[in-house]
């Protein structure tokens, strides 16, 4: 069965534009969430979709928002870009029958922000 | 809100050598799931073992096991017979099934050495 996986894989954007990473998780899995990976302030969680709603929401501004399409795949925005939001973006998908099913992660896409 | 602490920045262990990689949590909850995951320099995020804090035995898999000490909020990480391929960063992550999904710990470099 294929993984996660992310694309793009690295992108280079300048402060003030807008971004969109897309996430196709492993077939069968309902749940996405997204997670933030940056030196200084580790794995972060941005948000989780299910069934084309979002279920749970980190503490991140409103600049980053999300979808999740009927086939499970999902993207994610941020908007107006700012130097800090340089990061590894990771995608990870579940069942989520339940809130605790295990999640399993894609290769991340590479974002640095000029 | 939980916190997963992992006091080793960075560990090191001779090839075939026995490390342990400690992790503490704090939860008032008395349900919810352990996790420590892998991230080798190639950056896909692996899982590697997963506690369910119902269970009294710990888990195991092939050269991983863990020690859960629920009353202490331990959970270390035990490998054997390290091997080169083990040379990774290593997150200790919790899952109460709440809204921020996974915590995870600051991570854990690990070195392995021939």
């Known amino acids: 069965k294929a993984g996660v996986t992310q694309t793009p894989r690295y992108l280079i954007k300048t402060r003030g534009q807008q971004v969109t990473l897309s996430c196709s998780p492993i077939s069968g899995h309902r749940s996405v969430s997204w997670y933030q990976q940056t030196p200084g302030q580790g794995l972060q969680f941005l948000f989780e979709y299910f069934s084309e709603t979002q279920r749970n929401k980190g503490n991140f501004p409103g600049r980053f928002s999300g979808r999740q399409f009927s086939n499970s795949r999902s993207e994610m925005n941020v908007s107006t870009l700012e130097l800090g939001d340089s990061a590894l973006y990771l995608c990870?998908?579940?069942?989520?029958?339940?809130?605790?099913?295990?999640?399993?992660f894609g290769p991340g896409t590479r974002l640095t922000v000029l | 809100a939980q916190t997963v602490t992992q006091s080793q920045p960075e560990m090191s262990v001779q090839e075939a050598e026995t490390v342990t990689l400690s992790c503490t949590y704090d939860?008032?909850?008395?349900?919810?799931?352990l996790f420590w995951y892998k991230q080798p320099p190639s950056r896909q995020m692996i899982l590697v073992i997963r506690q369910e804090a119902y269970k009294q035995q710990n888990a195991t898999e092939n050269r991983f096991s863990v020690n859960f000490q629920k009353a202490a909020k331990s959970f270390s990480l035990k490998i054997s017979d390290s091997q080169l391929g083990d040379t990774a960063m290593y997150f200790c992550a919790f899952d109460q099934g709440g809204s921020e999904k996974l915590v995870f710990g600051k991570g854990t470099k690990l070195t392995v050495n021939p």
């Open positions: 990870a998908s579940s069942l989520g029958a339940v809130p605790t099913d295990t999640q399993y």
């Open positions: 939860t008032s909850e008395n349900n919810y799931y």
